[in-house]
């Protein structure tokens, strides 16, 4: 019962069909709209941004997730995020989910929206429902599409983010097993902190399950994923994550814990992990992927605020951007964390596929090979590795350096 | 009985005499060390950072606060912060206040310790005992001394900051009022997140006063002064606000609550929210202060909360030094700073001392005077001002931008 990379996102599960088109909503002459279609009623299960200030197509969402009825597509925007907008923004979602409605025969209630990109102004209501027209009339089932969507939510994204796998479940009646498929697209670079970042990720999958339990798994597989990933400290107000279920695999519905929904969670958490690190490694003008991997902390809930602590310092991803080993700022960072332990007894490690130096060791920084910690730092991807030596609490968390260009495209930003 | 500004620092108090030198411990052909005495036994109060990874002056001073015995000096060194150094770092410690104890003839007890700079290498005995017989043989009283040491304390500051005032209280015994100094100096630039940063910073005084009401009075005065900076988020290993208090003024001692008590905690404020505003304004590689006035909120905590939330910011930071005023990132901040408020209410503005723009009212973000708005980010110091609408509470955080300056300093920090 093994979990398989497949090629795809979007549109890797059966009964879904995906649309992309250049709106003109801020960014010219590129796709910035896209479509999800289920051909069939779909259970959904979301999370949401902690921010206070919430854009209105996460309100939106939110109600519909609270309504407990089931939904068919999914529109979203990139360029603006329809984020302290009042009354008008919530007023512009009814309008683009009564005009995706009308174009699918489908409900209102059965459209959800995401929006990213500058807070503040408003949708251009007119492009936005000529986009909805051309989404519509161009959906298809094909990879391709699924692809070209993830394109088009992008952002300051360098590279879109899809990921699929398959799995094999008993089938429904007991003879046998359906292969199951999930897959998935995200978008996000900056204000990526996500506490449930502008990060918005779209999953979609052809297993038959109630809606209780993959709420249940979804909020699961978040903790350790898209919660576990930080570019600039900066939690957005439209951070969505929504999972659609259309149940077209035929597999025997999940309803209750047990093998088929510990194998659907761990597919899931793969599907989200992947999403999260391909973020993290891409956030604004990012040069290295930072992991930080803790363990032997007491708890799981101290080992994800180290490990976070570490992923979020300035002056660790500055370090790293600038491959200049001063380690102590990783002692500092798990200082700041907010979680008590013994300085004295705890070890630190900076690692890649193939070098690992300790620098850190009994109390004292060490006089490490400043060699082998060059060669780690000038590789893409550097992963810190903190033993607490208290108990069992593990976590990793990603995170990216902080650069030049960092600064670049956050000081001019709107234009 | 108002404050009054007078010149000076550290030796504004009269019994306080100052040195500084330049000892070679890591910058080269720049003063790196320096040193308070004071004439009198002292009582004094401290503060010290919150970080686990507590450095070993920290260590140091906070078993002698501990005590409760008097003190007479201070000694301090720039370049290397002697944080994550073992027990190494404990006996450097010792032999430190050994060698400044018998350069004065006092005892080894009696002699604060503080450190600023990298973090894990160990300090050069040789040059610091050397620096120490310089320091101890080369005290004076003037303002320019007390001047000369806030600059041998600096690290990637570009200006050193000082600060004084005076005011009078009742003569001991009864008749008539006496003049009471007090002034201090700071150093802090990075690593800038005081929660009680590599912030340092020595008051003087020669008010007589009790340890106790000292006491009682620096940690107040701290949390709406140093605990309201940030530069980067990162709270140090070494962070200490030192108060010495040496009681030649010959005022009536202070040792209930009362005007004497109100006045001097009063004065005290001044001096610490001076030196923390400096430091927020000469933040590595700062460009303009950032300063965020939080009113109406619900309690005062929150306010704290919400003005720290958006100074910290990294996408505020990043706006406010490409001079954009993409202000919807002001209201994401204000909304992940864990306190809950109804954002349809709440009014947010930008201002300096000559322009004001009202940018987010009634849930929008309004259509605001672009123009106006581009004149006070080209100022140096740019103030937003957030009314919840809730209550009372009020608080003021101050910061500074996210430059190239920063990144470039600190990804090549230890050469």
Redesign the interface.
């Known amino acids: 019962m093994s979990i398989r990379i497949i090629e795809g996102g979007v549109t890797a599960a059966r009964g879904f069909q995906a649309a992309s088109c250049d709106a003109g909503i801020k960014y010219r002459s590129r796709p910035d709209m896209a479509m999800i279609f289920s051909d069939s009623p779909c259970v959904f299960a979301g999370t949401f941004t ?5 854009a209105a197509p996460v309100l939106w969402d939110r109600d519909l997730l609270r309504s407990g009825a089931p939904v068919r597509a999914v529109v979203i925007n990139a360029g603006i ?1 329809n ?6 923004g919530l007023r512009l979602c009814r309008e683009s989910a009564e005009c995706a409605a009308r174009d699918l025969g489908i409900d209102p209630s059965a459209v959800l929206l995401g929006s990213t990109g ?4 408003n949708l251009p209501m007119d492009r936005l429902s000529a986009g909805i027209h051309r989404l519509s009339s161009s959906l298809s089932s094909s990879l391709e599409a699924g692809t070209a969507a993830s394109r088009a939510i992008m952002t300051t994204d360098t590279v879109n983010k899809e990921f699929a796998v398959a799995f094999d479940l008993p089938a429904a009646g007991g003879s046998g097993t359906v292969t199951v498929h999930l897959g998935g697209m995200s978008k996000g670079s ?2 990526i ?1 996500p ?1 449930m970042s502008t990060m918005l990720a779209y999953l979609t999958t052809d297993c038959a399950i109630s809606r209780e339990m993959l709420q249940r798994l979804t909020s699961a597989a978040v903790q350790d994923t898209f919660n576990m990933i930080t570019v ?6 439209n951070d969505t994550l929504l999972v659609l279920a259309g149940g077209e695999a035929g597999n025997e519905p999940i309803t209750v814990e047990g093998e088929a929904s510990a194998l659907f969670g761990e597919a899931l958490e793969a599907v989200c992990r992947h999403l999260a690190i391909r973020m993290a490694g891409d956030g604004e003008g990012a040069s290295h992927l930072i992991e930080t991997r803790v363990l032997g902390a007491d708890t799981k809930e101290h080992a994800r605020l180290l490990a976070k602590s570490v992923v ?4 660790v991803k ?2 790293v ?4 080993a ?4 990783i ?7 907010g ?3 013994d ?2 007894a705890i070890e630190v490690f900076m690692e890649d596929s193939r070098n690992q130096v300790c620098f ?1 060791r ?4 060490l006089d490490f090979d400043e060699e082998k910690a060059l060669a780690i730092l000038s590789g893409p991807e550097v992963r810190f590795v903190c033993d607490m030596k208290m108990g069992s609490g593990e976590a990793t968390a990603w995170g990216c350096d ?3 260009d ?10």
């Open positions: 902690s921010n206070v200030v919430k995020a984020a302290a907008t009042g009354e008008t500058v807070i503040g102004p900056g204000m902190h506490n600039d400290g900066d939690t957005s107000t979020g310092s300035s002056l500055a370090m951007f600038g491959r200049d001063n380690c102590g700022r002692l500092c960072a798990l200082g700041y964390a979680v008590d332990f300085p004295a850190y009994e109390g004292h920084v902080l650069t030049y960092y600064v670049k495209i956050n000081g001019d930003y709107r234009t």
